[in-house]
């Protein structure tokens, strides 16, 4: 059964202060995982696929990166507006729906 | 480009009481994907459909629940009794045809049941 780990549940960061959200993940084989955003009362938003160990992509002060066992967000310089629930999936080369974890809430304060 | 659309946004219904939550995917989008959120289980799959044709109920956790898609611009999840422990908040997504992960999601469904 596919699993996704997220750490730490929660993250409270002062603005410009640089951090990093953790993902480990284990699934039979591993065809994507994925980083989402989600404000209240919104549904997640989608920010990255990552396919392969070694991967990384960035948007603004948002970069992913990808091991064989977990993935991280840093956040570079976050400012208020980066302050929301950041959701990590995977998915399975045998299934085509995704499994979430159950995310990290940051809040970054002025 | 509309996005998603859920109806109802919110629901408050007593126990029993049958429920139907609606959603039109974004028109193109050959996928669709029911997940349902919790502060305790987060957000798990109920169910999805390739091409209107439901591949994976797996998730559906019981007799109670079913869901439909009769069209490519419309389905439906049905829970009929209604329990409390049913209460959360529903999302309905869509996705293209090869976009792997990039799931598009509504704005949900959150249901209350007394």
């Known amino acids: 059964e596919d699993q996704v780990t997220q750490s730490p549940e929660a993250l409270r960061l002062q603005e410009g202060e640089s951090s990093s959200l953790n993902c480990s993940y284990t699934?039979?084989?591993?065809?994507?995982l994925f980083w989402y955003r989600q404000d209240p009362g919104k549904g997640p938003e989608f920010l990255f696929t990552l396919y392969s160990a070694g991967e990384e992509k960035e948007k603004e002060r948002l970069k992913a990166t990808l091991t064989k066992k977990e993935s991280f967000l840093h956040i570079t310089a976050p400012k208020p507006e980066d302050s929301a629930t950041y959701l990590c999936a995977v998915q399975d080369a045998g299934r085509r729906a995704l499994t979430f974890g159950s995310g990290t809430r940051l809040q970054v304060q002025p | 480009d509309a996005g998603v659309i859920q109806s109802p946004r919110h629901e408050v219904t007593e126990m029993g009481q049958e429920v139907t939550l609606r959603c039109k995917p974004i028109?193109?989008?050959?996928?669709l994907f029911w997940y349902r959120q919790t502060m305790m289980r987060g957000l798990e799959l109920l169910i999805y459909?390739?091409?209107?044709?439901?591949?994976?109920d797996s998730g559906m956790p019981e007799d109670r629940f079913s869901a439909k898609m009769p069209n490519a611009s419309f389905s439906t999840l049905k829970i009929q009794p209604s329990e409390p422990r049913d209460s959360a908040v529903y999302f309905c997504?869509?996705?293209?045809?090869?976009?792997?992960?990039?799931?598009?999601f509504g704005e949900g469904s959150r249901l209350t049941v007394l």
């Open positions: 028109s193109g989008h050959n996928s």
């Open positions: 459909f390739n091409n209107n044709v439901p591949i994976d």
């Open positions: 699934v039979s084989g591993l065809r994507g």
């Open positions: 997504a869509s996705r293209r045809t090869g976009y792997t992960g990039e799931l598009f």
